[in-house]
């Protein structure tokens, strides 16, 4: 506040001292949008600048209105409310006021508005052009310092950003020295940061810590938050830099959580980008593809240039953690990014990446080549294209100059012939002193001749070497076509031998698994072999020695019956163990039956089956007939399934014989489909299922049929008799 009090007394003159009440209120006003916009208060400030330009056009006050409007155009250019329109400069220029000083005042302030717009864009040839205006403009006059200074700091910026650190260096210094002359203490730390970052770059990395942190805390102190975010994420960066990643992260951080209240659009995405990028040098993928998927979102809603590099390196980091859809859907948008804006920077970095992926961390070196020719191809392209440009420039520069210098030589050679004329005259008219004079201009002009054909032939040489150079890149072009090419022949090479290699491991372990099949089936049908075997004997010596003691025990149940007098309680429980000892007898005969291998086709269920009605159905006066159809004759079961299926058949009939009271009844059997289908039909009377239910056997029935994944269905409706239809499958 002291400068600028200072600075209006310098520039009101003593008849003008009744307005420093209205500058002393601008520079109240000027320093509240200051503090505002420094506190991420944004539209405070711009409502402060409002009320200040309003106030002094009310009072014509020229020079303060114009203050006003171009601090806020200061402020919207930081901002990146102009984008790449340019600011209207007209309503600023027009502004003229009475007092010559600030009349100049106002002059060097728009052209270092103008070098800012044009900083953004990154435009440096207007910039110094406008800088060195208002250098120019300034002199050495006390009353300008402070706007001095503020030009110098942003020379220091622009240097620095062209590599040219020692000359920043220089700039920064002499702007912390007119700050520091005009006790301004508040404007000098905005410095510290800058100094900070230069001081890093040549090396001095304690003082640039140092400077940073003065930075920080003076930054802190005046609450100018906006600056802050971007100190604080150069600190980090400087420690990132020297390996100490417990305090990049600490920086880091704390740069994020200013950012998130700042109102430059693109602080708080920059902020996400350094986290991303730290966790990323940490090897943390998770963060690192966290904070960018972050930060492409806040990306997207500013509209920030040049995205898709952005979202490129958010495929990288999704595919570092193994998120391959991810990685996929950002690759494809980065590259259709790229391609609506002609990148072709970023489509050979994205072809990089592709090549990359696919030839190192997925070892599919055949999936790679075609990305990496592509990158090769962009690569070439963008370096000729630059080369020819170069070319072409230097080419048009050389024959400017050519024919400038061709016309000057013209012009020397007349001069010189000219002048040996006046030299031989004067030597005629005996002017021995004007004639001395004329031979110096003589050589003189002789030696600008000499130099100009020097430039001429340094041209030439640069020409030459320039098309020299040009050459050696379409010569390199060819060299890298044909490393490519080679490149190409031994990825086929090294493919084919892959999968003859791979077709012989496949040969070979079907040869293998071959002999091991046939091994296994050979032991399988000798397993087999054994265990039929096993069954014929156990199945043999079943029927003969348990079928030889049923039959001496059913005999003598007959001899019992007939020495026993009848209806007497011994008579009944005889009658019982004759019974139970047949259907002992047919339950074994069965077993043996169709343990039997011989007998796994229908061809024998059919004889068995009929050999059973003729025993069961004749005995009970039962006419009869039985159809099964040829196309189930040659269908063969397993002995399981057919001992369920004729067992079914078997209580189905006995069933019959033993309660239908039925005097006909058909039996047919037919293929549908995977099935057999047997239908079994009486005229009896049917039956009451209460009455037969505990021994007829027709829960297992039941059990056989769905044992076998089949189906039975018992209809019995009085009169018109009983079917039974069973649902059985053969495989």
Same mark, same amino acid.
Request: hydrophobic residues 35%; glycine residues 4%; charged residues 30%.
């Given at each position: 506040?002291?400068?600028?009090?200072?600075?209006?007394?310098?520039?009101?003159?003593?008849?003008?001292?009744?307005?420093? $009440? +209205?500058?002393?209120?601008?520079?109240?006003?000027?320093?509240?949008?200051?503090?505002?916009?420094?506190?991420?208060?944004?539209?405070?400030?711009?409502?402060?600048?409002?009320?200040?330009?309003?106030?002094?056009?009310?009072?014509?006050?020229?020079?303060?209105?114009?203050? !006003?409007?171009?601090?806020?155009?200061?402020?919207?250019?930081?901002?990146?409310?102009?984008?790449?329109?340019?600011?209207?400069?007209?309503?600023?220029?027009?502004?003229?006021?009475?007092?010559?000083?600030?009349?100049?005042?106002? %002059?060097?302030?728009?052209?270092?508005?103008?070098?800012?717009?044009?900083?953004?864009?990154?435009?440096?040839?207007?910039?110094?052009?406008?800088?060195?205006?208002?250098?120019?403009?300034?002199?050495?006059?006390?009353?300008?310092?402070?706007?001095?200074?503020?030009?110098?700091?942003?020379?220091?910026?622009?240097?620095?950003?062209?590599?040219?650190?020692?000359?920043?260096?220089?700039?920064? /210094?002499?702007?912390?020295?007119?700050?520091?002359? /005009?006790?301004?203490?508040?404007?000098?730390?905005? /410095?510290?940061?800058?100094?900070?970052?230069?001081?890093?770059?040549?090396?001095?990395?304690?003082?640039?810590?140092?400077?940073?942190?003065?930075?920080?805390? !003076?930054?802190?102190?005046?609450?100018?938050?906006?600056?802050?975010?971007?100190?604080?994420?150069?600190?980090?960066?400087?420690?990132?830099?020297?390996?100490?990643?417990?305090?990049?992260? @600490?920086?880091?951080?704390?740069?994020?959580?200013?950012? !998130?209240?700042?109102?430059?659009?693109?602080?708080?995405?920059?902020?996400?980008?350094?986290?991303?990028?730290?966790?990323?040098?940490?090897?943390?993928?998770?963060?690192?593809?966290?904070?960018?998927?972050?930060?492409?979102?806040?990306?997207?809603?500013?509209?920030?240039? %040049?995205?898709?590099?952005?979202?490129?390196?958010?495929?990288? &980091?999704?595919?570092?953690?193994?998120?391959?859809?991810?990685?996929?859907?950002?690759?494809?948008?980065?590259?259709?990014?790229?391609?609506?804006?002609?990148?072709?920077?970023?489509?050979?970095?994205?072809?990089?990446?592709?090549?990359?992926?696919?030839?190192? $961390?997925?070892?599919?070196?055949?999936?790679?080549?075609?990305?990496?020719? %592509? &990158?090769?191809?962009?690569?070439?392209?963008?370096?000729?294209?630059?080369?020819?440009?170069?070319?072409?420039?230097?080419? $048009?520069?050389?024959?400017?100059?050519?024919?400038?210098?061709?016309?000057?030589?013209?012009?020397?050679?007349?001069?010189?012939?000219?002048?040996?004329?006046?030299?031989?005259?004067?030597?005629?008219?005996?002017?021995?002193?004007?004639?001395?004079?004329?031979?110096?201009?003589?050589?003189?002009?002789?030696?600008?001749?000499?130099?100009?054909?020097?430039?001429?032939?340094?041209?030439?040489?640069?020409?030459?070497?320039?098309?020299?150079?040009? @050459?050696?890149?379409?010569?390199?072009?060819?060299?890298?076509?044909?490393?490519?090419?080679?490149?190409?022949?031994?990825?086929?090479?090294? #493919?084919?031998? @892959?999968?003859?290699?791979?077709?012989?491991?496949?040969?070979?372990?079907?040869?293998?698994? &071959?002999?091991?099949? @046939?091994?296994?089936?050979?032991?399988?049908?000798?397993?087999?072999?054994?265990?039929?075997?096993?069954?014929?004997?156990?199945?043999?010596?079943?029927?003969?020695?348990?079928?030889?003691?049923?039959?001496?025990?059913?005999?003598?149940?007959?001899?019992?019956? #007939?020495?026993?007098?009848?209806?007497?309680?011994?008579?009944?429980?005889?009658?019982?163990?004759? +019974?139970?000892?047949?259907? $002992?007898?047919?339950?074994?005969?069965?077993?043996?039956?169709?343990?039997?291998?011989?007998?796994?086709?229908?061809?024998?269920?059919?004889?068995?089956?009929?050999?059973?009605?003729?025993?069961?159905?004749?005995?009970?006066?039962?006419?009869?007939?039985?159809?099964?159809?040829?196309?189930?004759?040659?269908?063969?079961?397993?002995?399981? #399934?057919?001992?369920?299926?004729?067992?079914?058949?078997?209580?189905?009939?006995?069933?019959?014989?033993?309660?239908?009271?039925?005097?006909?009844?058909? *039996?047919?059997?037919?293929?549908?489909?995977?099935?057999?289908?047997?239908? *079994?039909? +009486?005229?009896?009377?049917?039956?009451?299922?209460?009455?037969?239910?505990?021994?007829?056997?027709?829960?297992?029935?039941? #059990?056989?049929?769905?044992?076998?994944?089949?189906?039975?269905?018992?209809?019995?409706?009085?009169?018109?008799?009983? /079917?039974?239809?069973?649902?059985?499958?053969?495989?």
């Amino acid at each position: 506040m002291v400068r600028h009090l200072i600075l209006l007394l310098l520039l009101l003159p003593a008849a003008a001292l009744a307005q420093v $009440v +209205d500058n002393v209120y601008m520079e109240k006003k000027l320093e509240d949008a200051r503090r505002y916009q420094r506190q991420s208060e944004y539209p405070r400030a711009i409502q402060v600048l409002d009320e200040l330009y309003a106030q002094a056009v009310k009072e014509k006050n020229d020079f303060v209105a114009a203050m !006003a409007m171009m601090r806020k155009t200061h402020y919207a250019i930081g901002n990146g409310e102009f984008g790449t329109e340019e600011p209207d400069w007209r309503p600023m220029e027009n502004f003229r006021v009475r007092n010559e000083t600030q009349n100049t005042l106002l %002059k060097i302030h728009l052209n270092k508005l103008k070098a800012t717009w044009h900083k953004t864009g990154e435009r440096n040839p207007e910039v110094y052009r406008f800088l060195d205006e208002g250098v120019r403009l300034a002199g050495n006059r006390p009353e300008f310092q402070p706007v001095l200074a503020e030009i110098y700091y942003l020379y220091g910026q622009l240097k620095a950003k062209d590599s040219k650190h020692i000359e920043a260096n220089d700039f920064l /210094l002499k702007a912390l020295r007119i700050y520091d002359h /005009l006790g301004d203490e508040e404007s000098a730390h905005q /410095l510290y940061g800058e100094l900070a970052n230069v001081s890093f770059l040549i090396g001095e990395k304690e003082r640039a810590v140092d400077y940073a942190k003065k930075g920080i805390e !003076a930054m802190k102190k005046h609450k100018d938050y906006e600056e802050l975010t971007v100190q604080l994420s150069n600190l980090a960066r400087m420690y990132q830099l020297s390996g100490d990643a417990e305090n990049a992260t @600490r920086y880091f951080t704390e740069s994020a959580e200013y950012a !998130a209240r700042s109102t430059r659009k693109e602080a708080r995405f920059i902020s996400l980008v350094d986290l991303a990028l730290m966790y990323h040098g940490r090897k943390d993928r998770e963060n690192a593809l966290k904070y960018m998927q972050q930060a492409i979102e806040e990306g997207r809603k500013i509209g920030q240039p %040049k995205l898709h590099r952005y979202i490129r390196t958010g495929a990288m &980091f999704a595919g570092y953690t193994g998120d391959e859809e991810l990685m996929n859907r950002y690759y494809a948008e980065s590259y259709a990014l790229a391609m609506k804006e002609n990148d072709r920077e970023a489509l050979r970095d994205w072809h990089s990446s592709q090549n990359f992926y696919y030839g190192q $961390v997925k070892g599919d070196k055949a999936r790679a080549y075609p990305f990496l020719e %592509k &990158f090769h191809a962009y690569k070439d392209s963008i370096v000729n294209e630059k080369s020819r440009k170069d070319f072409n420039e230097l080419e $048009v520069q050389y024959q400017t100059e050519k024919k400038q210098v061709e016309i000057d030589k013209l012009s020397a050679e007349q001069k010189i012939q000219t002048l040996e004329i006046e030299r031989q005259n004067a030597l005629i008219r005996g002017n021995r002193l004007e004639a001395l004079e004329k031979q110096k201009e003589i050589e003189l002009l002789t030696k600008e001749k000499e130099i100009s054909d020097l430039k001429i032939a340094g041209q030439n040489e640069a020409l030459r070497l320039n098309e020299m150079q040009i @050459r050696y890149l379409d010569e390199q072009k060819k060299v890298v076509e044909q490393e490519n090419l080679l490149k190409e022949k031994s990825i086929r090479n090294e #493919k084919l031998t @892959r999968n003859l290699v791979i077709a012989l491991a496949l040969a070979g372990l079907l040869v293998i698994a &071959f002999l091991v099949n @046939r091994m296994l089936l050979k032991k399988k049908i000798e397993q087999k072999n054994m265990l039929l075997k096993e069954r014929n004997r156990i199945s043999a010596e079943l029927h003969d020695e348990v079928g030889s003691t049923l039959t001496a025990i059913n005999l003598l149940s007959y001899a019992a019956m #007939k020495n026993t007098a009848p209806e007497t309680p011994v008579r009944q429980q005889v009658e019982k163990i004759r +019974d139970n000892t047949r259907d $002992v007898m047919e339950n074994i005969s069965d077993i043996v039956w169709s343990m039997n291998p011989e007998n796994n086709g229908l061809p024998a269920i059919r004889a068995r089956m009929i050999d059973f009605l003729e025993t069961v159905l004749e005995t009970s006066d039962v006419d009869y007939t039985f159809e099964m159809e040829d196309a189930v004759s040659e269908l063969k079961m397993t002995s399981e #399934k057919r001992r369920d299926f004729y067992l079914i058949f078997k209580e189905a009939v006995n069933n019959l014989s033993k309660y239908a009271r039925a005097s006909r009844a058909e *039996i047919r059997i037919a293929k549908a489909g995977n099935f057999i289908r047997m239908i *079994i039909r +009486d005229n009896g009377t049917g039956f009451d299922e209460k009455r037969v239910k505990k021994g007829n056997g027709l829960n297992n029935m039941k #059990k056989r049929a769905e044992r076998n994944a089949g189906s039975l269905e018992i209809t019995s409706a009085g009169p018109t008799g009983t /079917l039974v239809s069973v649902q059985f499958p053969y495989t």
